[in-house]
């Protein structure tokens, strides 16, 4: 059996497999995210910039990158989303990359992260989500390590849009449960910063949410904690009170 | 559609046997002044028809596209049309003509509910009615007559069915292909062959094209699925910082708004998140 048939039989297992409702979603994102070439990877589900909700990584590494592209709004998957084609950045210090991601790069100095390579996970024109994978250290992805990662992603984006499909989704669409853990708290903090800085839109609250991460150097998760704990509130004057 | 599982390969060896291979050359006769098929282009017409109906227009758009290829891919066929022959006998209409000349050949089968087009119908699709010469032919008198009065004496139709895999075809009409040639001999079995090969090939393209844009519906609605969690999320945000209330009471507060209003959960979630307060409750002012 090649590598992409013994990964379809993997996948097909997973989505098989019992328990919590979202657990097949998150068995073939963790089957894929273990597949993909380099150090680690991540499968995210990201219709858009401000609604992302990760569902495999293989590592604390790739977790952080995760936390780090959401937090600061900018990185290889926001671009593989808008473009609709992968984003392979064989070298995450050199100065293009520096100018295309200034948040992000220097979040990450501290990290073992050398190359980066998001693929966008897409049905022709519609992105559900993006796979990053990472290395270590710099260099490109062969050209057989693209082509794998390629039709891993295809095979992951079907495989999640059968299981959607087949779960029996309510009103609430709740294939995925409870989701992932952070991600309906950040969804729940940006409503209640809406209505703290005087009932602004929700990218408005969310920008200021993200803001305030930047500048404390946190995560928007943590910042959505916060927020919930009532640890943190903000105010229409500027600097959010803690 | 409904077309038998056809062999195209032995099919078309068996029009080659009908035209006795061997010392006289079956397929394409070099001896004729016209080859029946310039093979690239006849490639390049597959190709196009093939991405043509994958444009997802209907059944009628795609054998219309098939007509419009046959015409291109047999020099010898002059006009092309599509009618559907009505069920039981009744009924039928013109659906396409690719001139005036097949129109009218065409009206003359409609007139009498009589012709190629008619006798093909009835039946399962994939059925051909090939006559290479009409002056010799017998059947239908009225329509033979107008078609040679008219200069065409070989006519092919060709039953399509219903070009859609998802309808169930016993209960549709018919639609028929036709093709008209002035030259006697000018349509042969390799054109009827050739002309199946092609709805064979569109039907594989619709059937194709079904999968994907099932597939993308899929897609859009996870899109939009991602998008109802988190307008949820955000709406039980802004009830839980009005009304100081934990995520699973404010969660509750919107299901017992949407049960009042008797509006969608998530239509009244997308209300709460866009406006950062609940809907009007009605009679409250």
């Not at chain 1, 950045?89 to 100095?109: E, F, K, N």
């Not at chain 1, 190359?115 to 990472?134: E, N």
Request: include cysteine; charged fraction near 20%; glycine fraction near 10%.
């Amino acid at each position: 059996m090649d590598e992409v048939s013994r990964l379809r039989a993997a996948v097909a297992a997973a989505m098989r497999v019992d328990g919590s409702p979202e657990a097949p979603a998150f068995a073939v994102s963790a089957v894929v995210a273990r597949a993909l070439p380099g150090d680690g990877a991540a499968i995210t589900l990201m219709p858009s910039d401000e609604t992302r909700e990760t569902l495999a990584v293989t590592d604390e590494v790739i977790a952080a990158i995760e936390r780090a592209q959401f937090t600061l709004g900018e990185g290889p998957s926001l671009d593989a989303l808008t473009t609709g084609r992968p984003v392979l950045v064989s070298d995450l210090g050199d100065p293009m990359s520096r100018a295309a991601w200034p948040g992000l790069t220097g979040r990450l100095a501290d990290l073992p992260v050398g190359a980066l390579f998001a693929f966008p996970m897409q049905l022709g024109a519609t992105v559900i989500g993006v796979a990053l994978s990472y290395r270590a250290v710099p260099g490109d992805l062969s050209r057989d390590e693209v082509t794998f990662a390629l039709r891993a992603v295809d095979i992951v984006t079907m495989a999640l849009l059968r299981i959607r499909e087949g779960a029996a989704t309510g009103d609430e669409d709740d294939w995925l449960g409870d989701g992932v853990l952070g991600a309906r708290q950040v969804h729940q903090a940006t409503g209640m910063v809406m209505v703290q800085l005087g009932g602004v839109a929700a990218t408005i609250a969310f920008a200021r949410m993200r803001g305030h991460a930047f500048v404390l150097d946190h995560s928007i998760e943590e910042v959505a904690g916060a927020i919930l704990a009532h640890r943190l509130v903000f105010d229409p004057d500027e600097e959010p009170t803690t | 559609m409904l077309l038998p599982a056809h062999d195209a390969d032995a099919a078309s060896s068996e029009a080659g046997s009908s035209e006795a291979p061997g010392p006289r050359p079956s397929v394409c006769p070099v001896a004729r002044a016209d080859p029946c098929l310039g093979t690239a282009s006849a490639v390049a017409t597959l190709l196009g028809l093939a991405v043509g109906v994958g444009e997802r227009q209907g059944p009628v758009a795609a054998l219309t596209r098939v007509a419009e290829a046959a015409l291109s891919v047999l020099p010898a066929a002059d006009a092309a049309s599509l009618v559907m022959t009505g069920s039981g006998g009744a009924g039928g209409r013109l659906l396409w003509a690719s001139d005036p000349l097949s129109h009218a050949l065409d009206q003359a089968q409609l007139a009498h509910r009589d012709g190629p087009a008619w006798h093909v119908a009835g039946e399962e699709a994939g059925q051909v009615e090939l006559v290479t010469d009409l002056a010799v032919e017998r059947r239908w008198p009225a329509f033979t007559t107008r078609a040679v009065r008219l200069g065409v004496h070989s006519v092919l139709s060709v039953s399509a069915g219903v070009l859609d895999p998802r309808v169930d075809a016993t209960a549709q009409e018919q639609v028929a292909l036709n093709l008209y040639a002035k030259r006697a001999g000018g349509l042969t079995p390799q054109s009827a062959e050739i002309v199946l090969l092609m709805l064979l090939l569109a039907t594989q393209a619709m059937r194709g094209q079904d999968a994907l844009a099932a597939a993308g519906d899929l897609a859009l609605h996870l899109r939009r699925g991602m998008a109802t969690r988190t307008t949820i999320g955000q709406a039980q945000g802004v009830l839980m910082e009005r009304y100081r209330l934990t995520p699973e009471d404010a969660f509750d507060r919107l299901r017992i708004t949407s049960q009042d209003l008797n509006r969608k959960l998530r239509e009244v979630a997308a209300e709460v998140a866009a406006t950062a307060v609940e809907p009007q409750r009605p009679g409250r002012r």
